[in-house]
């Protein structure tokens, strides 16, 4: 079953802050965050492993909650470039390779 | 450094025919994955090919089907194809449990439209 993603959509005027939530029915192992622009490939933003583990981009921070099995994506003092539609992907294992499951997304809109 | 590459970049083909989609993976990875992205969907992952063999697969029919080939590239096929074969086609690239936080990089995408 794909993660559920909340909320659907938000608009946010620039240097505002943006949390993005990923629920899953299963236990979490590790959780992807990828940025997909229109018409464009999704852009890999943070990957979050059971036991704690992460990778990601600076400004960009989020959280794993394994009791939860929720992960949440912290978006702060938003840019123009944030906007998009914002993907998260549950993986089997504590692997990052591995096939991940990705929820319906959630659309970002920044407004100057 | 290259990232993803796939071609072709757009594809439009008649019910029934069968399609050959291509993907060369990131330097350094050898771990190539596809995935399905209906209109307003998140990706869906078909399967994956690691050392030339699938290695997992998703719940799509036996008319997708693959190969990759000894320089880590790979291709999707997909035969008969129905209407709602239509979708944004996804290639991404990985290195084989090499570290815990490798992630998958994503192509641009092959954009099948089937009439």
């Known amino acids: 079953q794909q993660p559920v993603q909340s909320p659907q959509a938000v608009i946010l005027r620039e240097g505002e802050d943006a949390v993005i939530n990923c629920s899953s029915s299963?236990?979490?192992?590790?959780v992807h965050w990828y940025r997909q622009k229109h018409g464009e490939a999704p852009v890999f933003l943070m990957i979050?492993?059971?036991?704690?583990e992460q990778k990601g981009h600076e400004k960009i921070s989020a959280s794993f909650n394994e009791k939860k099995q929720q992960s949440s994506l912290y978006l702060t003092a938003s840019q123009l470039s944030y906007s998009g539609t914002y993907f998260c992907?549950?993986?089997?294992?504590?692997?990052?390779?591995?096939?991940?499951?990705f929820g319906t997304g959630t659309r970002l809109t920044i407004i100057p | 450094d290259a990232g993803v590459t796939q071609s072709p970049t757009h594809l439009i083909k008649t019910r029934g025919q069968q399609v050959t989609l291509r993907c060369s993976p990131k330097?350094?990875?050898?771990?190539v994955s596809w995935y399905q992205q209906a209109l307003g969907q998140g990706p869906q992952f078909i399967f994956q090919?690691?050392?030339?063999?699938?290695?997992q697969r998703g719940n799509f029919p036996d008319r997708f089907s693959g190969h990759q080939f000894p320089n880590y590239s790979s291709e999707l096929n997909v035969n008969a194809l129905l209407l709602g074969d239509s979708a944004l086609y996804l290639c991404?690239?990985?290195?084989?449990?090499?570290?815990?936080?490798?992630?998958?990089?994503f192509g641009p995408g092959t954009r099948l439209t089937v009439l």
């Open positions: 330097s350094g990875h050898d771990t």
């Open positions: 991404a690239s990985s290195r084989d449990r090499d570290i815990p936080t490798d992630t998958q990089y």
């Open positions: 299963k236990a979490l192992y590790s």
């Open positions: 979050l492993l059971k036991g704690g």
């Open positions: 992907g549950t993986g089997p294992s504590n692997f990052g390779n591995e096939k991940l499951t």
């Open positions: 090919y690691y050392e030339e063999e699938e290695r």
